[in-house]
């Protein structure tokens, strides 16, 4: 079980991850409405469509963590943070430092993987 200080330590770290994501820059927007301007060179458009592609599907992963760090932050309010959810043993602390979000001790998200790998995903 975690300690209150480390109840503490893990809300602070992911309340900054948060922040940090919350206040980046929005260039990927911004970059995005400057593809509307008409570029007289078709490959330098293409170039500026790839890098516009690739700065949303790292916006949709950072909205997929922003998602994380909220539903960890909860499960610190309401005392399951640090449990897995799939055997309800404790996450080392080992692996909370490295993946602050986790829900799965290490065992069960190595099953998890296996499972995944056999059914081709």
Known sequence: MLTEEKKEYFTELLTQRLDELL????????????????????SDRATMELEADF???????????????????ERIKDGTYGICEECEEEISEQRLEAR??????????????????????
Do not use: F, Y
């Open 23 to 42: 206040t980046g820059d929005n260039s990927t927007v911004n970059h995005i409405n400057g593809l509307n301007e008409n570029s007289a060179d078709p």
């Open 55 to 73: 700065n949303l599907r790292i916006r949709g992963r950072e909205t997929v963590l922003m998602e994380k760090i909220k539903k960890a932050l």
């Open 100 to 121: 602050p979000v986790a829900t799965l001790c290490i065992e069960c998200k190595r099953k998890q993987e296996a499972q995944e790998k056999a059914r081709g995903l």
